[in-house]
């Protein structure tokens, strides 16, 4: 297995990372909990971007993870991660924008998008005029929808198991490299946290069971990355081993996520556990992410099935 | 980023298969087990295979033909390991030699030394080091085993522990102290050690699992010649970093396809015992794959950091505490699994029950040997996260 990123990859690494950390702080998280609008700007930025999910998993897989570093709410995920890529398993070409709710879960940021993809058994409706209700969240960065029983106007296309299996694979994976930005996010700050502390007249990440925390931390994390980045290569090779490589990198990203939360608060202290600092802002995000498109359990039993047929 | 390697490597590959289906022994498959058994830890078929590795140029390739290798890449290399690891074949059964001692005395040896390094990478001479103490483990620079500096020759006294392979070795590489008057690190040196020496007393101690691979040496009085000092008097605590330095970004391979191994028999076991339609075993077995699937994903991330120029890429400095306490976990669902006979081998499942007993208790050691977990984790913290020193 190569990991060498290429001169383009390591440019558009650089490149989300620079737009979100201008266009995407802690205080317009805030802002935008009780006023999308404050994301606006973030979109217009991200729209130019959102063509990554026509291509590569890979590319797009490192650019989910930047996207999870910053805790970027917005449309961008709903359209480059799940619509594009479903449209392109079916092979329908489009120039909206698109949403999609799987077998009744929530749709991201429907209200943001011209087009909800329904997907009912063997079927997705392309609705255009759907009743639409925001349902509350842990995550204010994720706008999730509940989508009315009977979505009015659109087209209805049939889909096989196995496209829903490449589509289902290549959205887990997109959905894991964000848990693990996010992760990692929240693995730097409690790193960051660790130096600057004082008590005891030394810093806090001098003790050993912080550092021994902390380096548990980063394999948990580390491992997770490397495992998203591998089930997008699988998936861009077409390798016989991407679904089982996806189920891996979704577990291995929720587990991160879980960690992450957990031991950021832990390192922080009780300061972690206020409102006013911005920790809870990617525990939730992180949290959404490890629940959305299966939880550790969901993917274990499917690794297990494969494993024992 | 690609999963294949590219052309470099397809003819290297074909060449060392083809080399590997014609020579390989079959003794080697069965000396993989963890639990083989070590009334004859280095057999005649071992050191057959070692010296024809090296007398075709694939006992370390990356070095040259003279000393068993064929000049290999950093790629070729990291392609050979997988391929030795995926069919279990083992290079050598004692490493000291060839991992150890000869890329030690290639880098700071007079040579003289460096004339040994040959027969050390053939295995025509058995080395043990003699590193660790009874008072020096993790604080390896605590180490007491003196050695009196006179003109022509050093005089040693005291004690080694855990040292591998000492019952068949003809040479130790052994650290002592030659300065007792500066700070620890600055007063050691490394010095080869004849075993026919007269003084040297050498134990086998057994371990948990019964076997004796390893042994306390003792030194009394023992005459080791000027010229067997390797590098500079005092200043040996360098020279600890002696190792295949190209081989590092790879040495992680063996473990992980070993825990690979593992998780296949434990798929088979939960089936001969019953346990396949279980959920909590299957999620057991699932988490452990997960683990093991994105730490081989980690190591080639690690690889690649390796090949852009990274000496010691981050990625790896997980990989020794991490493969060794998920193997450990394996083997411990493995005796879970085996349920009230597990501590037991009676009966048909005799077999079966004995190598994962054994292969239990011996994985206690892998957290421990070569650095423990908790010296790795703050390795990890400090040089990787930078955080402070205690």
């Not at chain 1, 994301?39 to 959102?50: D, H, K, R, Y």
Request: hydrophobic share 45%.
């Amino acid at each position: 297995m190569d990991f060498t990123l290429t001169e383009e990859q390591e440019l558009l690494v650089e490149t989300a990372a620079r737009l979100l950390r201008d266009e995407c702080s802690p205080s317009m998280l805030r802002a935008h909990m009780d006023n999308p609008g404050a994301a606006a700007p973030l979109w217009a930025q991200l729209e130019a971007f959102t063509e990554l999910g026509d291509g590569p998993c890979t590319d797009l897989a490192l650019f989910c993870e930047q996207l999870g570093y910053v805790a970027a709410p917005g449309p961008f995920f709903a359209d480059a991660a799940l619509y594009r890529p479903l449209r392109q398993v079916l092979g329908i070409h489009d120039e909206r924008t698109g949403t999609v709710a799987d077998s009744g879960v929530y749709a991201p940021d429907a209200d943001q998008v011209d087009v909800i993809a329904v997907i009912r058994d063997h079927e997705v409706m392309f609705a255009t005029d759907a009743s639409t209700r925001l349902v509350p969240t842990a995550d204010s960065t994720r706008r999730l929808f509940a989508i009315g029983r009977e979505p009015k106007a659109g087209d209805t296309v049939a889909i096989a198991d196995d496209q829903l299996r490449e589509w289902r694979s290549r959205a887990w994976v997109a959905a894991a490299a964000d848990a693990v930005g996010t992760a990692r996010r929240m693995l730097d700050m409690s790193v960051a946290y660790a130096k600057e502390r004082i008590q005891f007249g030394v810093p806090i990440g001098s003790f050993q069971a912080i550092q021994h925390k902390l380096a548990d931390l980063a394999l948990t994390v580390e491992r997770a990355t490397s495992a998203v980045r591998y089930a997008a290569l699988t998936i861009d090779e077409r390798d016989a081993d991407r679904f089982r490589a996806a189920h891996v990198a979704k577990a291995a990203a929720n587990a991160a996520a879980h960690q992450a939360g957990k031991d950021g608060v832990q390192v922080h202290g009780g300061i972690g556990y206020t409102w006013e600092h911005d920790l809870h802002l990617f525990i939730r995000r992180a949290e959404g992410s490890a629940h959305w498109m299966g939880t550790v359990n969901a993917h274990h039993d499917a690794i297990a099935d494969i494993l024992f047929a | 980023m690609k999963l294949g390697w590219g052309p470099e490597v397809g003819e290297f590959q074909t060449e060392l298969r083809t080399f590997l289906d014609e020579h390989a022994p079959a003794e080697a498959a069965a000396a993989r087990n963890f639990a083989a058994s070590d009334h004859d830890v280095i057999p005649q078929w071992a050191r057959d295979w070692q010296a024809t590795l090296f007398d075709h140029g694939w006992m370390i390739p990356a070095y040259s033909p003279e000393l068993g290798g064929r000049n290999a890449t950093p790629t070729q290399t990291m392609v050979y390991l997988e391929e030795m690891a995926r069919r279990g074949v083992p290079r050598s059964l004692h490493f000291p030699g060839y991992a150890i001692v000869a890329p030690s005395l290639l880098e700071f040896g007079t040579p003289e030394q460096q004339a040994l390094a040959p027969a050390a990478i053939r295995g025509d001479t058995v080395w043990c080091i003699g590193m660790s103490e009874p008072n020096a483990g993790s604080d390896l620079a605590g180490l007491q085993t003196r050695a009196e500096v006179f003109d022509d020759r050093f005089v040693l006294n005291g004690q080694k522990v855990w040292t591998s392979y000492a019952m068949w070795a003809e040479k130790c590489f052994a650290y002592v102290r030659t300065d007792p008057n500066v700070p620890k690190h600055k007063g050691i040196s490394l010095l080869i050690v004849d075993m026919n020496t007269p003084g040297i007393e050498i134990r086998p101690l057994r371990h948990i699992s019964g076997s004796a691979e390893f042994a306390e040496v003792f030194f009394t009085e023992v005459e080791v010649p000027r010229d067997n000092l390797v590098g500079t008097l005092n200043d040996g605590w360098r020279l600890t970093q002696g190792s295949l330095a190209h081989e590092r970004a790879g040495l992680w391979v063996d473990s992980l396809v070993r825990i690979e191994t593992t998780i296949s028999d434990l798929v088979a076991l939960a089936r001969d015992r019953g346990l396949d339609t279980d959920t909590g075993y299957r999620r057991a077995i699932a988490s452990l794959y997960e683990r093991s699937a994105s730490l081989r994903a980690l190591g080639y991330q690690g690889f690649a950091q390796f090949t852009n120029g990274a000496d010691a890429p981050s990625e790896h400095q997980y990989m020794k505490f991490a493969t060794s306490e998920l193997h450990k976990e394996c083997f411990e669902l493995g005796m879970e699994m085996l349920g009230e006979l597990g501590a037991v081998i009676d009966g048909e499942f005799a077999e079966a029950q004995g190598r994962w007993l054994r292969s239990y208790f011996v994985s206690f050691a892998s957290t421990i040997a070569g650095g423990t977990s908790e010296i790795q984790r703050n390795i990890v913290a400090q040089r990787v996260l930078g955080l402070p020193r205690g």
